[in-house]
């Protein structure tokens, strides 16, 4: 089913950056650069700032819509699990052609933000091949625990709630527009537990530069904790949901 749209995966991974990035990155960032406001950002042009968090948004978006409804849709719909299970494989071989499928969804979303990024002089660099790295780590690390859930539900109602509550406040608020350091003194340690603060950071800092190891180390740690429990429990819940 994926090679039927291979080509429109493909173009949507290059185009859709490119709109936020004309949006964005050089309509909003040419506001922001004239203001002087530059000093909050670690003296880097807005545009810069913004599209490097375009590494981990791009992920976190793709991936989570990926184990929401086309997960679910071979659970209840389209009922492709409970063929797989037929044969000798397992729901851990299922859950594992899944991360599969999440992973390279991953690699072409963020690369082809990758590539676009590359075209400009304020983000082209080597760190844009860890930058991908990390991206698709932050979407593993959303799409894991959404997945595990996902086998859970029998019907979709849960996931506009996800998305409306959840990824959108996280979109706004997770650093991908301003430092969080802006953010209301409640609010700021709260991003710090959201994966895609650690994600825009880890990305940012791979094709910028100025992010230290220890910091690099502790991002990495968090957003590898959130795959790993994500997909314990979705060897659980899919185990539960297919042999039951």
């Not at 690369?111 to 593993?140: E, H, M, N, Q, Y």
Request: include cysteine.
């Amino acid at each position: 089913m994926f090679r039927q749209i291979k080509v429109s995966v493909g173009l949507a991974a290059i185009v859709q950056p490119a709109m936020f990035l004309l949006g964005v990155g050089l309509g909003i960032g040419e506001l922001v650069d004239a203001g002087g406001n530059t000093d909050l950002l670690d003296g880097q042009p807005y545009f810069a700032f913004y599209s490097t968090a375009l590494l981990a948004t791009t992920a976190m978006f793709v991936l989570t819509q990926e184990a929401m409804w086309p997960t679910l849709d071979g659970f209840t719909w389209g009922e492709a699990n409970r063929a797989m299970i037929a044969t000798p494989l397992t729901p851990t071989d299922v859950l594992a052609g899944k991360a599969l499928h999440y992973l390279v969804r991953g690699v072409i979303a963020v690369g082809g933000t990758a590539l676009v990024l590359a075209l400009f002089a304020d983000t082209r660099s080597l760190g844009l091949i860890p930058g991908v790295a990390a991206g698709v780590l932050c979407g593993l690390a959303f799409a894991m625990p959404i997945a595990a859930f996902t086998a859970t539900q029998e019907y979709d109602t849960a996931f506009p709630a996800i998305l409306r509550f959840g990824i959108t406040p996280m979109f706004l608020f997770g650093g991908a527009f301003y430092p969080i350091e802006q953010l209301p003194d409640w609010l700021e340690p709260v991003a710090w537990f959201t994966p895609l603060w650690h994600g825009v950071e880890l990305t940012r800092g791979s094709v910028l530069g100025g992010l230290g190891a220890e910091m690099a180390l502790l991002h990495i740690g968090v957003l590898a904790a959130f795959v790993l429990g994500g997909t314990l429990w979705a060897r659980w819940s899919f185990t539960r949901r297919l042999l039951v």
